[in-house]
């Protein structure tokens, strides 16, 4: 899996990706993460890269040439187009089922715009489509293009230890994640659930995946209209709603 970044802010991406699993992942040579300075392909004697926006108000608009021209940087000499997505708050929302649409891709190009956005010429030019994080907005997109990059890589093969390792995580399969416990045994006076430290991985499964449903329930319950769930999940929810009335 390959990814290139176009930003203004390439340190910003290299302090927090060039550590712990992604950083690893990258060594190893799993992932591939390149940061392009759009300010390199500027024009401008200055290294500018915004210009007032035609419609006024306030703020700064990027230029579209310097987008553009780190762009076909990126890209020159591919016999395929790059999956190009710009990061921005009117786009569609990510979420797990993105990341795991995302994790199919071999590369993806991010562009993160500042000061008031992106010419819209370029971006239609040039963009697959645009991604949002949430409903806020940020200073730029280097944030949402590193959530992006993380969440994907990690459910690359070899990024983790083992698949298990996200699986089982919230929202992979719709559920929130099962509490979870390490070492004391007892703390502050409460005990492990003692059907973990029972031996009996039935029972252990079992407990997760009920334990799954009841923080969901509890958290999200939204997320269960679109879950998949069994008729032993729904049996389960129904006499855990009973108890609690």
Not at 132 to 151: N, R, Y
Not at 163 to 170: D, F, I, K, Q
Request: some cysteine; glycine content about 8%; aromatic content about 8%.
């Amino acid at each position: 899996m390959k990814f290139d970044v176009l930003t203004l802010f390439p340190a910003m991406l290299e302090a927090v990706l060039g550590d712990s699993i992604i950083g690893r992942a990258r060594e190893n040579g799993i992932i591939e993460l390149n940061f392009t300075d759009i300010r390199d392909y500027t024009k401008n004697k200055h290294r500018k890269v915004d210009d007032y926006p035609y419609s006024g108000g306030g703020g700064m608009l990027m230029s579209p040439q310097p987008v553009y021209d780190a762009y076909k940087a990126v890209t020159e000499g591919l016999d395929y187009k790059p999956r190009t997505i710009y990061m921005s708050p009117q786009g569609r929302v990510f979420n797990q089922s993105v990341a795991k649409e995302l994790a199919r891709e071999e590369h993806i190009v991010l562009l993160c715009g500042h000061y008031e956005g992106v010419d819209r010429r370029v971006i239609d030019e040039i963009v697959d489509e645009e991604i949002s994080i949430g409903d806020f907005v940020l200073t730029g997109g280097e944030i949402p293009a590193m959530a992006v990059i993380d969440a994907v890589s990690r459910l690359i093969p070899g990024v983790l230890a083992a698949a298990g390792s996200y699986e089982n995580e919230s929202h992979y399969s719709g559920l929130l994640e099962y509490p979870q416990y390490t070492r004391p045994q007892e703390w502050h006076g409460v005990e492990i659930p003692e059907v973990l430290i029972s031996g009996h991985h039935a029972n252990i499964e079992k407990w997760k995946r009920e334990q799954s449903l009841i923080e969901t329930l509890k958290k999200r319950p939204d997320m269960l209209e679109n879950a998949e769930l069994t008729d032993d999940d729904r049996a389960f929810l129904e006499h855990y709603k009973n108890e609690r009335t």
